[in-house]
Nanobody, 123 residues
């Protein structure tokens, strides 16, 4: 599965962005999906995950209440709506797909990764 993440950019603190993750030529309905991020000099960290059905979601404490992960109606896109952005949210954001787990915050349980999209939040 080839994943393509998009939607990053520069936004002021308090603003919003919506990231998208699409698969080339196939549905993502059979995969649990996740978003991760990596800031310069830091390890990659879990952000949000959604089950293959879309019925269950899970968030890192740092983004809970501000970010929302969802699946598109066509089941070939996964979104990350990011509201009330903070400078500490600045990072490269990656989407990932898992055939191993139903819903997981562990990066080692994701089989497929997209290229990152940069999110920069200015203060």
């Amino acid at each position: 599965v080839q994943l393509q993440a998009s939607g990053g950019g520069l936004v002021q603190a308090g603003g919003s962005l919506r990231l998208s993750c699409a698969a080339s030529g196939r549905t993502l309905s059979n995969y649990a999906m996740g978003w991760f991020r990596q800031a310069p000099g830091k390890e990659r960290e879990f952000v949000a995950a959604i089950s293959w059905s879309g019925g269950s979601t899970f968030y890192a404490d740092s983004v809970k209440g501000r970010f929302t992960i969802s699946r598109g109606n066509a089941q070939n896109t996964v979104y990350l709506q990011m509201n009330s952005l903070k400078p500490e949210d600045s990072a490269v954001y990656y989407c990932a797909a898992s055939t191993i787990a139903t819903q997981t915050p562990h990066d080692y349980e994701y089989n497929y990764w997209g290229q990152g999209t940069q999110v920069t939040v200015s203060s």
